[in-house]
């Protein structure tokens, strides 16, 4: 197995639990990939994911080897769910509770919760479907989906309609609008390009909730890493891989620091691109360099953790702001990539419901702001965009806060290449468009090598942490068929 993220995890749980000897090669010091997590001057930062959406998700892993995720760690259910703040001085605290839900829509659009209901009933459906069928499926032929609930269903799936034209059939408040589309942002593609299959996302937000791990979504990982152990997986870290090693159409095993470790099954959980360009002969390649080129990658970030010595008034857990234009920024990150004149951000501080994060009296700030994959930062790009969020946080907040920080990280692009070996430093894959879905995304398994397969968010079902989840399970089952 190479690399240890939530994929890495998944498939090596999934394995060991079907009697396989798993060992686990991870290039960096410590296990979780992208959620990796650090500590300094008495704050711990969850360095990647920070929402912790489609609870169930996570019950059906923990499940699946007779576990609770509360064997593991304690969920609280955040709210308000997460604060928007809007041009103009505009303010949304989104509710928890479905009722006082509705009640905000009426305030922002007399009559919008007829609407949103409709719209969430259509994005239930998509989400049992979805969830239960479309992400399991390895997406290695077309006939998988012959049978599935589907062709009867196609239509209402909506995959060849946009997120952004289905919205619009339900609500036209553009603050709602907005609250609407920005899930889908998690999935690295504009509303316009993603199918409306993926209203999903709305009723794992509006219905499922938005959770938090006490102690840090690192919980996750840890988790997963202790069940890990409990079923025999060595995990080793400090372990990089430089070489998928062959004989003819067969992999024998994994070159690490020079030595050689056979294996039956290759399984490789770091970013796909890395994996076939990097530790791959070239006749061995599923994907060509222009293969590459020509997807649409998901954003990358550039990345603030940043300790203050006081405490903040006015922001939430999870602070969404989109006080700019929207439009504007996405066109900067996908049509013409450039660094934002002026982005939208989100800040998380977790020090607001973890008083463990941060030091007593103290703040724990995640700032993101999403940027163009394959955008190389500097120093001075780093410092420019870190004094636009202070100069926009303290204006919309009306206090000071760029005097009182004590601490601050900066995380770009280009450490998304050095530490996680990502194609063009991307956060979270590949976009989910319709033309990089199901069977168009690259395969979990290398078609001239008859034992290497691949997981992660670079395939099915695609970026976020649950469907890391999944795309281990799948790939596992795939194992199983062939090699038990
Ligand atoms: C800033 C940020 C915010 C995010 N926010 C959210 C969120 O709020 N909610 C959510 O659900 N998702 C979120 N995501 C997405 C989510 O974190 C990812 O989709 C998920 O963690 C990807 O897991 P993975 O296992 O596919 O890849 P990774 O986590 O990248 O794991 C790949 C592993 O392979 C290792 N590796 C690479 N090359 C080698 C090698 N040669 N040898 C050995 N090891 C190697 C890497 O070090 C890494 O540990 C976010 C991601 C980022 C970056």
Known sequence: MIGSGFAGLSVATNLAKEGFQVEIFEKNSMPGGRAQQFQAEGFTFDMGPSWYWMPDVFDAYFAHFGKKVSDYYELDRLDPSYSVFFDGGKRMDVPADFDAFCQMFESYEKGSSEGLKRFLAEAQYKYE??????????????????????????FRLQLFSSLASHVRKYISNPYLLQLLEFPVLFLGAMPSKTPALYSLMNYADIKLGTWYPRGGMYKIVEGMARLAGEIGVRINCGAAVEEIVLDRGHATGVRVNGNFHGADVVVSAADYHHTEQKLLPTSYRNYSEKYWESRTMAPSSLLYYVGLNRKLDGLEHHNLFFDQDFLKHAEEIYEKPAW???????????????????????????????????????????????????????????????????????????DFMSTYNSFKGNAYGLANTLMQTAILKPSIKNKRIDNLYYTGQLTVPGPGVPPSLISGRVVADEICKKFQ
Not at 398 to 405: D, G, L, P, Y
Request: aromatic content about 10%; overall charge negative.
């Open 340 to 414: 934002p004149a002026n982005p939208l951000f989100y800040v998380s501080v977790t020090s607001k419901t973890d008083l463990s994060s941060a030091p007593e009296g103290c703040e724990n700030l995640f700032i993101l702001i999403p940027t163009a994959p394959g955008l190389l930062d500097t120093p001075e790009i780093k410092e420019h965009y870190f004094q636009l969020v202070m100069d926009r946080l303290e204006g919309i907040l009306e206090q000071s806060i760029r005097k009182n920080v004590t601490f601050r990280r900066d995380f770009a692009c280009t």
């Open 129 to 154: 479907v979805g969830m239960n069928d479309l992400v399991y499926k390895p997406g290695l032929k077309l006939s998988e989906f012959a049978d599935w609930r589907v062709i009867s269903g196609a």
